[in-house]
């Protein structure tokens, strides 16, 4: 348990660290200076291993340390949107813990949404918010009431325009 706390501190340090611009700069320098000593060394076997070799390691390395981090963070954010639903009432609860789905109910599910995204865009009001069972009853009666409302509207203003 304390090799996992070590690690977890470790790989959150290093990933920020390692993305910096001070790390950018400093690995291009590096490769500045091995070009550098390429002459030096006759542009030898032995010179080209160096760099190879040291790329490799560290490459090797920073995927384990960089998936941790992902790893922890993928995890917070599900956590913090698995609240966000959780605290919605308007909210469906079947998209808590998603990402545990098989990708063919994740695509069955994205289809939902993509009618949904279909019959949100008939909308006028930009602010609505919609279950998956709920949004065909919902945009039904607003496109009713929405061409109730402009349908009486219309011969109104060609009345006033007379």
């Not at 790329?55 to 993928?74: A, P, R």
């Not at 009001?125 to 109730?148: G, P, V, W, Y």
Request: contains cysteine.
């Amino acid at each position: 348990m304390r090799s996992k706390k070590l690690f977890d501190k470790f790989s959150g340090k290093a990933t920020k660290v390692t993305g910096s611009s001070t790390a950018f700069i400093v690995a291009c320098l590096m490769i500045v200076v091995w070009v550098i000593t390429g002459p030096i060394f006759h542009f030898s076997d032995t010179w080209q291993l160096v760099i190879n070799t040291g790329t490799t390691i560290i490459t090797f390395l920073m995927v384990f340390v960089i998936q941790q981090t992902q790893n922890k963070d993928t995890l917070a954010i599900h956590l913090k949107l698995n609240e966000l639903i959780a605290a919605n009432a308007a909210a469906s609860n079947r998209l808590i813990d998603v990402e545990d789905l098989t990708e063919e109910e994740l695509n069955m599910l994205k289809t939902f949404y993509v009618q949904l995204t279909k019959m949100a865009k008939k909308e006028v009001n930009l602010n609505c918010s919609h279950t998956i069972e709920d949004a065909a009853l919902n945009t039904q009666s607003k496109m009713k009431r929405f061409k109730k409302e402009h349908l009486e509207a219309e011969p109104i203003a060609k009345k006033n325009k007379q």
